[in-house]
């Protein structure tokens, strides 16, 4: 079992939609979350990270974590085509300084 | 802003050929990665260092190796290139303190064994 699991989709949502992204999560020991977003050729870019149970809000996008479910989600609201990329989500505090990451979803906003 | 640079946008190599890899962060940070992306795969964590001079075995070390003498700098060393390390690699920093900080990577450099 992968440590780090996401959908790889490609998920569809249609322009001002809210678009849901979801991550879950195998070490209980995790302590902090990570989203990325990569566009195609491009590295990977820190859009959050999360480290309490509950939500955190930043402009259009949201993180929302649950411990005892271990799962992660990012929630983009108003989604906009430039949001069009992969997001990858992330795990640290593990017992090391590297972030394990998950393969990523495709994310698609239909204009 | 973090500036972590990494020295070739594109490299193509022969099989057997010794390759280096190089990264350049400015801001002073503690720690350093490596990371290799592969389709379907994600990143897959190589080596990283937490100081000069010192190195920790990621995921995947097999047929790398990775040298920090300055704090500043990073290398990525393929003793003798092959075809399955064709991929994106991609360097990354974080400062030290609290485990997973995050990370911020450059610009990614495209390999390829022939």
């Known amino acids: 079992q992968k440590e780090v699991e996401q959908n790889s989709g490609p998920l569809s949502v249609p322009e001002g939609a809210i678009a849901s992204l979801n991550c879950t999560y195998s070490?209980?020991?995790?302590?902090?979350f990570f989203w990325y977003r990569q566009y195609s050729g491009k590295s990977p870019e820190l859009i959050m990270f999360?480290?309490?149970?509950g939500d955190k809000e930043d402009g259009r996008f949201t993180a929302q974590l649950n411990k005892a479910s271990q799962y992660v989600s990012l929630l983009i609201r108003d989604s906009q085509p430039s949001d069009s990329a992969t997001y990858l989500c992330?795990?640290?505090?593990?017992?090391?300084?590297?972030?394990?990451f998950g393969s990523g979803t495709r994310l698609q906003v239909q204009p | 802003d973090v500036k972590v640079t990494q020295s070739s946008r594109y490299l193509v190599k022969r099989t057997g050929e010794k390759v280096f890899l190089e990264c350049v962060q400015d801001?002073?940070?503690?720690?350093m990665f490596w990371y290799r992306q592969d389709p379907g795969l994600g990143l897959r964590l190589i080596y990283f260092?937490?100081?000069?001079?010192?190195?920790e075995k990621g995921d995947i070390p097999e047929g790398y190796s990775v040298s920090r003498e300055k704090k500043e700098r990073f290398s990525l060393i393929l003793e003798s290139a092959s075809t399955n390390q064709t991929s994106m690699y991609l360097c990354?920093?974080?400062?030290?303190?609290?485990?997973?900080?995050?990370?911020?990577f450059g610009n990614g450099t495209r390999l390829t064994v022939t």
């Open positions: 260092s937490y100081d000069v001079k010192m190195k």
């Open positions: 070490d209980r020991g995790s302590q902090s």
């Open positions: 999360i480290y309490s149970n």
């Open positions: 992330a795990q640290g505090g593990t017992g090391r300084r590297a972030l394990t």
């Open positions: 801001m002073d940070h503690e720690n």
């Open positions: 990354a920093s974080s400062p030290t303190g609290t485990w997973g900080s995050p990370l911020h």
